[in-house]
């Protein structure tokens, strides 16, 4: 399995890390615990796992994690487009803490990075079951409905 070659599992968030929203190197244990989120919550429940094409270039690309109380809950990637433009990407929360403003908090974050960067758009893949979710956060739909990782997903973006 590609997890298991860059991840191990005792690998935990560091104690003084604090609550909240923070950035986290691409070569961390933070990062490592993301991947493993992010396969459990998006690629398991597919019946798929993540593959060295899912993670390509994501060391040029801005890691975002939520934590709470030393542990990792959440996480999303912001990879330029061009200079205008981020696309948001792998974005995830534990599932037995969904509803709880975790993922609001991540896509607030999102937002003040790609402002801070300069860019005027965020761009995104949205599953069809999180469009209302980001419809509510302001993201507009821009394109019909495709098939992704075997389930239908569109794009959207929002003007920031």
Known sequence: MFLEAIWNPM????PDTPDGVVQVRFDGALYREALALRE???RHELGLELTPDDVEG???QIHLVHVIHG???GCVILKPVDDQTIRL??????SSLRGRGIGAMLIHAAEQ???RLGAGKIVLHARSEAMGFYSKLGFK???????????PHQTMEKLL
């Open 11 to 14: 690998n935990t968030v560091e």
């Open 40 to 42: 459990r919550h998006l």
């Open 58 to 60: 994501e060391e040029a």
């Open 71 to 73: 542990k990792l809950v």
């Open 89 to 94: 990407r792998q974005m995830v929360v534990a």
């Open 113 to 115: 990075e790609c402002r």
């Open 141 to 151: 739909p821009v394109s019909g409905i495709f098939m992704e990782v075997g389930i």
